[in-house]
């Protein structure tokens, strides 16, 4: 089942489908469907899941299988090369990010900048995302990029709340789902969220499609300066990627909406303890607090005036 058929399963549903994406960015310009997950995919996730958990040296992450249709809400998110002095001027991978528009990416900021330098409007930077059409290649697409800074965080006082970098791409992504943000209120803590990247550590880059990883965990707490406290395992790579949030919505109805929450934000040694145990693993970057200031950068840009981006092989010289 395609996204599509997802999202306008129900006529009476159908415009506010297309309208409801990106509203909290008033992006008229993006034709784009919401992020509609119909539960059926949801429960053929689920089942993958347990299926991985039984598997022996489950290591709390699962691949997405991209013949599932829920994988198509998943593919917004896509991972992050720079090219900088770190790295000996080539591409390397450095982590993931979220696709939040037609020509726009939220991603960490130390993903952008490992280095924690001072923001740099000309550090190269790189976006590669999709299903290859002839499975030979890591992505279908690898649009080049420049770094926004948002604004909100200084390296040389580094608040991980506000660790995060907006991207604006050379070229506009075919239609695909661009979410909406969501947050997690105290009452709700325990909700299930999902945990998505692509780690260095799981998927070295060869040619052929990358596996997405995620975690299905959940929201313990919040953090007043690292954000949303989770039980959630998020190796290095999988940084400024997506920490989604299953959300009923009516444009989706009888489906949900995956919304985003934040990006991934691994805490030290994650790995000690185990999902059940109650001292936090990891840390997830609340994009509703920077929602004003995002919004506005993409309200000054027109991605309808740049070209279509086609599909593009991106050779890398593997991960940091």
Not at 7 to 28: D, G, Q, Y
Not at 119 to 131: N, Y
Not at 271 to 285: G, N, V, Y
Not at 300 to 311: H, I, S, T, V, Y
Request: aromatic residues 10%; charged residues 20%; glycine residues 6%.
């Amino acid at each position: 089942m395609t996204l599509q058929s997802q999202c306008k399963r129900r006529a009476s549903s159908r415009s506010l489908c297309t309208a409801i994406a990106l509203s909290a960015f008033h992006a008229p310009t993006i034709a784009a469907e919401s992020a509609c997950i119909s539960r059926a995919a949801l429960n053929e996730l689920s089942a993958a899941v347990q299926a991985a958990q039984a598997a022996p040296g489950y290591d709390k992450r699962f691949i997405v299988p991209r013949e599932l249709s829920a994988f198509a809400v998943f593919e917004v998110v896509g991972a992050i090369a720079i090219k900088a002095k770190l790295t000996r001027q080539r591409w390397r991978k450095s982590g993931s990010g979220t696709l939040i528009g037609a020509c726009h990416v939220l991603t960490s900021y130390h993903v952008v900048f490992p280095d924690l330098v001072k923001f740099d409007p000309a550090r190269e930077v790189t976006f590669s995302f999709g299903v290859p059409d002839d499975g030979t290649q890591p992505f279908k697409y690898s649009v080049e990029g420049m770094p926004v800074d948002v604004g909100l965080y200084d390296p040389s006082r580094p608040v991980h709340l506000f660790d995060q970098v907006l991207i604006k791409l050379k070229a506009r992504v075919p239609q695909s789902a661009h979410v909406e943000f969501a947050s997690v209120n105290p009452a709700e803590f325990g909700a299930d969220v999902y945990a998505c990247g692509y780690p260095g550590e799981l998927n070295t880059f060869s040619d052929r499609p990358q596996a997405l990883f995620c975690d299905r965990c959940q929201v313990k707490g919040y953090h007043y300066l690292r954000g949303y406290e989770t039980n959630c395992t998020m190796p290095e790579g999988t940084s400024g990627g997506a920490v989604f949030r299953p959300l009923p919505d009516a444009a989706c109805d009888p489906d949900l909406k995956l919304a985003l929450l934040g990006a991934p934000n691994q805490s030290p040694e994650p790995e000690l303890f185990p999902k059940d145990h109650p001292r936090i693993r990891s840390f997830a970057t609340d994009y509703v607090r920077s929602q004003a200031a995002v919004q506005r950068l993409i309200g000054a840009d027109d991605c309808d005036k740049l070209p279509q981006a086609q599909p593009r092989a991106m050779i890398m010289r593997g991960y940091l």
